[in-house]
């Protein structure tokens, strides 16, 4: 600022417009100086995931710059991609994801038209109540919901502890609930004029659903369909609590309970894990950017 | 043929009348505008007949089927809404095709019957395109196109017109009737704007407050309204009106608007106000166009009378010039050339062969 | 469905239209019923009624046989550690939240001022954190703060720093999971707060400046009080993500050294899973519920305030 009441002072001969163009350059020159700071600052950690993940242990262990790798090495992508264990984490958390995805897609879109357009008994009341589901975090359920599990193991005999197939039946709590959210508020901006030119056309309410709802309101659902991925894929806390066996693991607990053997901490094999871990969701943001922040602008602008 | 009846038509939003108990008979191939200002139920009167709200009492018939039970889809009818509710994911081949499609109606069939409707309408050439890519009257005529179609035996209109800009609104307003002048079918037309409705019409229904205040055709409506509401809603400007009393001296009838100023009341009209002389309740009406400059040839029943402009409003064809009598502002509508000036002193000329006289206290025209 | 229309059927001739019209519009909120019905299911059986099972167990001893009523409660009371899991999440939560929310304020006025040409390819970049899932990047903090080989140190003895102890002692591990929160959430903070900047009509800003004020002025009566229901709105649903983490501090710290870097979630878990008493644990998980619960009422306040509006 000072700098720029200073240059005004000397430059008081001249037109005011130059001095204008002149202040806005200064702003962007700061601005795009911050955004380096910042820029560097949110992508020191994954970027330091690659360096990592091309070094040897050996060149972890040496008293090198860290910063840097000086021989780089695929070896901690092979051997992870050729352990079968890294592959059944992958495989689980990839099944478990899909799975899910599209159970929340089926359940919140069906809901969210009913609650959206056909107004029931207590569909007011339900809506806010999705919304309050979805402030519910998951730390508060995982013991109770624990405890219910061993008491259906107890009475019908059905293990569900211990699958990775359970992960299924818990994550729609995290992924209906929103989804459903923002499916209503992507429905409700469609003109009510339109379900009722298709009800003339003679369309029934599935039709309707089908042809012009989901059609028209596909960012919406791109948008869900990201959210609900990405959520299932990062899950944490329930596969930590509800799947102990190697071969039931997904991959965020897989790679924090297995590539950490006690004190030995293999962090070339660790990070690379972590950072394949990580490509899905990165992938799809890259793709998809616009539709994911759309998503996660949603669920406060609309509704 | 396909004549559409509504019988003691009533519907009450959560026990607040929205339409009152009305009676309309629509004859086939008529075309039919329901005129009324905002919440006088006419978009919910075509909404009952479309089938898309409930009826709460009475009776609708389509071609002479009772229809009160009937899903839209199945009363053969076609809408054209206000925003004009294109699919916004469809062509315009796919949105006029998506009922027929809806019903397995044969390929060949659907390719026939969109071109045709497609050239009725001059689009042709849009077929192919999104409605994110047409303009406003495109767009219009493609809701248009989507309702042809279906050739349904009544046509619903609701309020088709006023998204589109003034120029255009008039350029599709004959298009329209055009449009109806060739398919001929029954038509139900809402709006707001009475211009529309008397350019359009067959016959006019206006609605307030959720009854019919009067049908008829245009030019009945213009010069024989039976209310004060529609006296006052059809014309532009609106008629004037002024309280006045009916003086009866020497076999002859007078109009007194104050006390300064009265009229001779027409001859063929005498029989007609005698009653009512002497009340108090009475409002002489008379529409601004037959408030004029004096010309060089009076007719009978026509009187001068002379006043003090406030305002003169140029319209290019003619100047309406606003004066106060007992505190009544009037309107009338004078040549450019007639000298009006702001605050000057003017001769009009009253035509009393148009005049109303309106009893206050049940709002008829007597 | 043979009952039905015979019974229709007499209503048609009976009382005419209206009923069998109302039967359909029964029909049509039956429809959608039984679409809601999945919703419904998942939402009664797999919230609703956990959430009220842990009230239940919260109220039993060790083995779960035993009615203690207060008893689980009465001795967190007592334990030290419950009242550092307290302190704790508090912290974190606030501090955190703070942090991001005037993180993400600056930067988005950043993003917001650079050529909107280059804003997507800056926003897309800026955001990366909160899409790698949380616990694969706190490995990489772990390993960035790693006592033996940490980056930052080998960075810091460059200037002759000396190393910091980032996870092993109590202080700095409490502020290294401070700062790993505020970096996984302060671009969501970025986010939200670009949208509200991008709503704000630019004839505010022509008139304001018009009005001769300065862009700290256009700030303070422009923006703020134009994003004043995005900032709350993220503001509290950051709050009660952050409070009830659990990836970060188990991920990081696990809790240590010592428990003193312990919330809820992670204690919880301690307790409860680990340690195999889970009533304690469901006790312990229940203590988010107040604070959770003010900040969902005010978020549903805030919502139904602006539908109302709408």
């Not at chain 2, 509710?85 to 009922?99: D, I, K, Q, R, T």
């Not at chain 2, 009187?303 to 409003?313: A, C, L, N, R």
């Not at chain 2, 010039?321 to 009544?328: A, K, L, Q, S, W």
């Not at chain 3, 990366?128 to 980056?151: G, K, N």
Request: hydrophobic share 50%; net charge neutral.
């Amino acid at each position: 600022m000072t700098a720029v009441t200073a240059s005004d002072a000397v430059a008081a001969p001249r037109p005011k417009y130059g001095s204008i163009s002149k202040s806005r350059r200064w702003a962007l020159r700061w601005s795009y100086f911050f955004l380096v700071l910042f820029a560097i600052f949110f992508l020191t950690p994954p970027i330091y995931m690659f360096i990592t993940s091309l070094k040897s242990s050996a060149e972890i262990s040496a008293a090198t710059n860290p910063w840097w790798v000086f021989e780089p090495t695929l070896e901690n992508y092979i051997e992870l991609l050729t352990q079968n264990q890294y592959l059944i984490f992958f495989r689980n958390s990839a099944i478990v994801s899909v799975c899910v995805v599209s159970i929340t897609m089926i359940i919140s879109v069906l809901a969210a038209f009913a609650l959206a357009r056909m107004k029931f008994w207590g569909s007011a009341t339900l809506a806010t109540g999705v919304f309050l589901t979805y402030l519910i975090p998951e730390t508060l359920l995982f013991i109770p919901l624990f405890k219910t599990f061993a008491f259906v193991r107890d009475t019908t005999g059905i293990e569900l502890m211990n699958h990775w197939w359970t992960l299924i039946i818990l994550y729609p709590t995290l992924t209906v609930p929103f989804c459903t959210w923002i499916m209503i508020g992507y429905f409700a901006s469609i003109p009510k004029e339109l379900d009722e030119a298709a009800l003339i056309d003679g369309a029934t309410w599935l039709q309707t659903l089908t042809k012009i709802f989901i059609p028209v309101a596909l960012p919406g659902l791109i948008a869900a369909t990201i959210f609900a991925f990405t959520v299932s894929w990062a899950q944490f806390l329930y596969p930590l609590a509800f799947t102990t066996s190697t071969d039931q693991l997904v991959l965020p607990v897989g790679i924090v309970t297995t590539l950490i053997k006690g004190d030995v901490f293999n962090w070339g094999q660790i990070m690379t894990g972590a950072l394949l871990g990580a490509a899905p969701p990165l992938i799809i943001y890259a793709f998809l950017m616009d539709y994911y922040i759309a998503g996660l602008t949603a669920g406060a602008t609309k509704g | 043929m396909a004549q559409v009846s509504l019988r003691k038509v009533v519907k009450l939003y959560d026990q607040t009348p929205a339409v009152r108990g009305i009676d309309l008979e629509i004859a086939d191939k008529e075309f039919i505008v329901l005129v009324g200002p905002s919440g006088c139920g006419k978009s919910t009167t075509l909404r009952m007949i479309a089938g898309l709200e409930e009826i709460t009492d009475g009776q609708i018939a389509i071609g002479g089927d009772v229809v009160n039970d009937v899903p839209p889809k199945d009363r053969d009818i076609a809408m054209v809404f206000q925003n004009y509710a294109l699919y916004p994911h469809m062509s315009v081949f796919e949105n006029m095709s998506f009922g027929l499609r809806l019903k397995r109606v044969a390929k060949d069939e659907i390719r026939r019957r969109v071109d045709d409707a497609a050239r009725i309408l001059d689009i042709t050439e849009l077929l192919d395109r999104k409605p994110k890519q047409l303009s406003g009257g495109q767009r219009q005529r493609v809701a248009m196109g989507r309702a042809i179609v279906r050739d349904p035996k009544v046509f619903l209109f609701d309020e088709p017109l006023s998204n589109l800009d003034a120029k255009l609104r008039v350029q599709m307003r004959t298009e329209i009737k055009k449009v109806h002048q060739k398919v001929r079918t029954t038509t139900v037309y809402v709006t707001h704007d009475q211009v529309e409705a008397m350019t359009l019409a067959d016959r006019v229904v206006v609605m307030n407050g959720g009854i019919i205040e009067q049908v008829g055709a245009p030019n009945d409506l213009y010069h024989s309204p039976q209310t004060k509401f529609v006296a006052g809603f059809i014309g532009s400007p609106a008629m004037n009106f002024l309280p006045c009393r009916i003086e009866e001296a020497a076999g002859a009838l007078r109009v007194r608007l104050s006390d300064n100023l009265s009229f001779p009341v027409p001859e063929d009209r005498t029989a007609r106000y005698k009653p009512h002389a002497g009340k108090t309740s009475l409002m002489f009406g008379l529409r601004p166009e037959h408030i004029t400059e004096v010309p060089r040839h009076v007719e009978p029943n026509q009187h001068p009378f002379e006043v003090t402009i406030e305002v003169t409003e140029p319209m290019g064809m003619e100047t309406l010039v606003y004066f106060t009598i007992d505190g009544t502002e009037i309107c009338g509508r004078v040549n450019p050339n007639a000298g009006a000036t702001d605050g000057g002193k003017m001769k009009l000329l009253a035509d009393l062969n148009n005049m109303h006289i309106i009893d206050d206290t049940t709002a008829r025209v007597l | 469905m043979a009952d039905i229309a015979v019974s229709r059927a007499g209503t048609v001739n009976g009382a005419g239209g209206r009923t069998s019209l109302h039967r359909l519009m029964q029909r049509k909120s039956t429809v959608a019923f039984l679409m809601a019905l999945p919703l419904i299911t998942v939402i009664v059986l797999l919230v609703v009624y956990p959430a009220i099972y842990s009230l239940h167990l919260a109220t039993l001893n060790k083995s779960m046989e035993r009615f203690v009523g207060f008893g689980n409660f009465t001795f967190l009371f007592g334990r030290e550690t419950f009242w550092l899991v307290v302190k704790q999440s508090c912290i974190f939560a606030i501090t955190a939240v703070v942090f991001k929310a005037l993180i993400g304020f600056v930067v988005a006025h950043f993003v917001h001022n650079i050529p909107s040409k280059g804003q997507r390819k800056w926003r897309g970049m800026l955001l990366v954190p909160w899409v790698i899932p949380p616990a694969m990047s706190t490995l990489a903090w772990l390993w960035l703060f790693d006592p033996s080989y940490s980056a930052f140190n080998w960075i810091l003895a460059l200037f002759g720093i000396d190393p910091v102890p980032w996870t092993g002692d109590a202080y700095w591990a409490r502020f290294s999971v401070i700062l790993v929160n505020i970096w996984i959430g302060a671009p969501f903070f970025m986010i939200m707060y670009l949208a509200a900047l991008k709503s704000v009509p630019e004839q505010l800003y022509e008139a304001a400046a018009i009005d001769g004020a300065t862009w700290w002025q256009r700030i303070w009566y422009v923006t703020l009080p134009m994003m004043r229901n995005i900032i709350a709105i993220t503001t509290l649903f950051s709050l009660i993500v952050t409070f009830a983490n659990f990836d970060i501090v188990r991920v990081l710290t696990a809790g240590g050294p010592l428990d003193h870097t312990h919330v809820f979630a992670t204690w919880a878990f301690r307790v409860g899973i680990e340690g195999g008493d889970i009533p304690l644990g469901a006790s312990v998980s229940l203590f988010m519920v107040p604070i959770l619960a003010v900040a969902a009422w005010f978020i549903l306040r805030d919502i139904t305030k602006r539908g109302n509006e709408a």
